[in-house]
């Protein structure tokens, strides 16, 4: 028995040697372009979702260690990947590459706060902003060092050591309700917010309104993406985690110091490994809300609790880096908190109540109970299935608490409805969708209480109106 083992062994690896050496030497080449190539999108995805944003700011007059903000809630214009439309956006995109900049945080009062989070370029988070944040909502002086400072920082700052040369801020200023008075009162608190380099003067910091233009910032599955991540890898220092991809990178043509010319028949297959990659995501996102967040619900947070740990502590488990679940995060959003929970929590849902995907053209109600374990608001997005983006064209996006129109019932619960049309007698509490597109759902819950996560709360599922 054991002889005919051995042969079985030895021909087989005769066969495998065989057709091996049957492969041409050019196609070897494809199938190892094609296998890094999507090995590579998932490696990079959150570096070209960043690259995707510094596009969309750069298109709209910005530039970097300037602010980015949005003078209204965003609309449908705004194509980053599920975006929050019950809030006022300020993004300053910073750049350390030529030494230490500073943000300043207002403190909060009784109409204000700002919350957020600085992320690196890879966007991992540095701190959270805000009164769950480092500076506990009094504000502060954030002093943001470049890889590799070793100089003495001044005093009367929290001083951040970002690990790329280049990052952003997501903050958001809330409003009390969607008044005009009290948007504005968001934007005029935000606008307090200043960065500037260090040493330079606060007042010099330049503010660029993006508020209904186009901002897009969706990922592209095709030859772009290795343009997007070639021009990243240029730009940021290898960390020592990802040196592993330096050699992959290189059979790709993508190299540290020399030039990106793929020729037509690369760019092909390049498209094509994105595609690829963009299905291998898309099948970790859905296997992600297995198991729900609540027994017997569909409402989850798709991403593997090794990633979120990861991204809030620079994957500090020896053992884990968590590379898939990062993909399918920043495949379908932007930024990571410091903590999650801690100033927000997110929940995401594709499916109704009996596991069938919302589809655009029917109508979906969601009943929300009464006494949500919130401190600020709730609101729950509509978002295209596909694109993770708020659905074109649309007049509303979402509905939020703190919007003074949504209608309440008598128990203190809150219908939404979600489809073509506006449920007769219930247009306020209605959330349009395209009848052509499927939609997922994103419910947010700001300033969480324990209630949340001792789930004495229970979210309910989406459920089908005939």
């Known amino acids: 028995m054991k002889k005919i083992l051995t042969l079985g062994l030895v021909l087989g690896a005769a066969a495998m040697t065989a057709h091996a050496q049957t492969l041409s030497a050019v196609e070897l080449r494809r199938r190892t372009v094609e296998r890094r ?21 750069s298109a709209n007059g910005a530039k970097l260690n300037q602010v980015v903000y949005w003078s209204r809630p965003v609309n449908w214009k705004n194509q980053t990947l599920t975006p929050n439309p019950d809030t006022i956006y300020l993004n300053p995109f910073y750049d350390t590459s030529k030494g230490p900049v500073v943000v300043e945080i207002p403190p909060a009062d009784e109409d204000h706060v700002i919350v957020g989070s600085f992320d690196v370029s890879w966007q991992n988070a540095l701190a959270d902003v805000g009164p769950a944040g480092e500076d506990k909502g009094k504000g502060a002086k954030y002093l943001i060092l470049p890889p590799g400072y070793t100089e003495k920082t001044p005093d009367g ?19 009390k309700s969607r008044s005009d008075a009290d948007i504005q009162s968001a934007v005029d608190h935000g606008k307090r917010v200043k960065v500037y380099p260090l040493g330079a ?8 309104d993006v508020y209904d233009k186009p901002f897009d910032a969706t990922i592209p599955y095709d030859a772009t993406f290795f343009e997007l991540l070639n021009r990243f890898v240029q730009a940021e220092p290898w960390l020592t985690r990802d040196k592993v991809m330096i050699d992959s990178l290189k059979s790709l043509g993508i190299e540290k110091g020399k030039p990106f010319n793929p020729d037509a028949k690369t760019k092909a297959l390049f498209s094509k490994a994105a595609r690829e990659a963009h299905q291998v995501i ?6 992600g ?10 409402w989850s947070v798709p991403v593997p609790p090794e990633t979120r740990d990861g991204l809030g502590n620079k994957f500090a488990d020896p053992d884990e880096y968590g590379l898939d679940g990062r993909a399918v995060m920043y495949h379908m959003a932007y930024f990571s908190p410091k903590v999650l929970g801690g100033a927000q929590f997110y929940l995401m849902n594709t499916s109704d109540s009996a596991g069938r995907p919302l589809e655009g053209g029917k109508t979906y109600r969601l009943k929300v109970p009464a006494n949500a374990p919130i401190e600020q608001y709730w609101s729950v997005t509509a978002y295209d299935r596909e694109t993770h983006a708020l659905i074109v064209g649309m007049s509303r996006p979402s509905l939020a608490s703190n919007a003074t129109a949504v209608q309440k019932n008598a128990d203190g619960s809150t219908d939404v409805y979600f489809g073509p049309q506006a449920p007769v007698g219930n247009t306020s509490n209605w959330v349009p969708t395209d009848p ?20 004495t709360w229970t979210l309910t599922d989406v459920e089908a109106m005939k």
């Open 37 to 57: 190539a999507v090995e590579a999108v998932i490696w990079g995805m959150p570096a070209v979702n960043y690259e995707r944003m510094l596009d969309a700011a």
């Open 157 to 175: 700052y929290i001083v951040l050591q970002s690990e790329t040369y280049r990052g952003f801020v997501i903050l958001r200023s809330n409003f």
């Open 201 to 208: 003067n606060p007042d010099s910091t330049v503010f660029v």
């Open 282 to 287: 898309g099948l970790k996102y859905e296997s």
């Open 289 to 298: 809300f297995v198991p729900p967040f609540y027994d017997g619900t569909r």
């Open 436 to 455: 052509k597109r499927r939609f997922e759902l994103l419910f947010r819950l700001y300033g969480p209480k324990k209630e949340l996560f001792d789930k």
